[in-house]
Structures are given as structure tokens and as C-alpha cells.
């Protein structure tokens, strides 16, 4: 499943098992900071163990790639990218949602970031290429979290619906144990659909 993570300063996006989907839905419910990804994945950590340096070190691959002087240039967001990302930031998912159902990026954005990176586990958006990978559902889904809007937003979930109060299995070291959680997410989190 790929999950996106929008924060106040970056969006991130990263492909990661299904039940990681309720752990951070878990996370929100305890009321993370709007404006750190970091703060979520504390939080998730709680009932998935893995996940919080699964995408931390993924970032940390990402960056050492994508920056890396020799094989690649420094791209900077397009001014149409930079619009959509301020829509996402207000709320306005379901917009950018209609505009990225078929457009492939183009020729020039796909040179400039290399393809192998968009294709990361983990990655940063950057350009179009990684803001058009960041919004494709992986096998069994897309969900983005959008934290300064604190809205959940299921593109596309063949698990299930989500419920805004519902109980998770803690995973530890990526195995199951027989323990459970619950959580609720608060009245000012939005769930989409």
C-alpha cells in the first residue's frame, strides 16, 4: 500500500505493508504535531514498531541519491506543483485528486529526477515526476494523510473502509503479536471517504 504524508514542510510518500495503515491512523488519533511527519511516525511506533525508521532511513537513502552532484541536477517544484501542494495543504484533496488521474508526467520532469528514484520505497516530492508517484495507488491501495489540514484521505482502500474508532494488532520487529490496541480518532480529524 502507499501511504503520503503531508507535513508542514514536505510531502512524503512510501509503499509499506497494509497493516501499517491503522497504526497510523492510530498515530493521528494521538494528536500528533501538524507540522512534523516525524511526530506521526513517534506516534505509530507505539503499535508498529518498524515503521518510524523504515521511512526515516528511506528518507535518509532518498536525499543521499536524489542530491548526489554527479548523476543528477537539482530540480525545484514547478509553479503548478507548488499550487497543488498549497490545495493539498488547505484541504482541497479532491481537486488534485481529478487533475493526476491521467496525466503522465512529462519527458523533462522525468529526466531531470531519474526514474529510479520516484520508484523508491521512500521518497520525497520533488518535481512532478515524485508528486505524480506520490498519488498512485500500490497493489491493494492509497492514503494520504494530510496533518495541517488533519484530514485522512482514502484514494483508493480495497482493505476496507476505515472507521474513525477501531482496533489494530501491534506489530513488533514486522511479526504480529497477540496483543491489540484501540483508538478514536478527535472530532477535528476529517476521514475521507
Known amino acids: ?67 548526489d552532484g554527479e548523476q543528477r541536477q537539482k530540480t525545484e517544484l514547478s509553479p503548478r506543483l507548488e499550487q497543488e501542494l498549497r490545495s493539498l495543504l488547505s484541504g482541497q484533496e479532491a481537486t488534485i485528486e ?8 512529462d519527458e523533462a520532469q522525468n529526466r531531470a529526477i531519474g526514474p529510479e528514484l520516484a520508484h523508491l520505497p521512500v521518497f520525497q516530492v520533488v518535481d512532478e515526476v515524485t508528486r505524480h508517484q506520490s498519488l498512485e495507488p500500490v497493489t491493494i491501495g492509497l492514503v494520504i494523510f494530510n496533518l495541517p489540514a488533519k484530514r485522512i484521505i482514502q484514494i483508493q482502500n480495497t482493505l476496507g473502509v476505515l472507521q474513525r474508532s477501531d482496533r489494530g494488532r501491534y506489530f513488533e ?18 476521514m475521507v471517504p
Do not use: H
Open 98 to 105: 481529478q487533475k493526476t488521474t491521467n496525466e503522465p508526467p
Open 1 to 67: 500500500m502507499r501511504y503520503t504524508i503531508i507535513d508542514a514542510e514536505r510531502t512524503v510518500s512510501f509503499v509499506a505493508p497494509w497493516n501499517n495503515l491503522k497504526a497510523l491512523v492510530a498515530g493521528c488519533s494521538r494528536k500528533p504535531s501538524s507540522a512534523s511527519l516525524t511526530s506521526l511516525l513517534e506516534a505509530a511506533s507505539s503499535y508498529d514498531t518498524n515503521l518510524k525508521n523504515y521511512v526515516l532511513d528511506g528518507l535518509k537513502a532518498f536525499e543521499v541519491s536524489f542530491n
Open 173 to 190: 520487529n514486522g511479526e504480529p503479536t497477540e496483543r491489540l490496541y484501540f483508538y478514536r480518532l478527535p472530532d477535528d480529524w476529517a
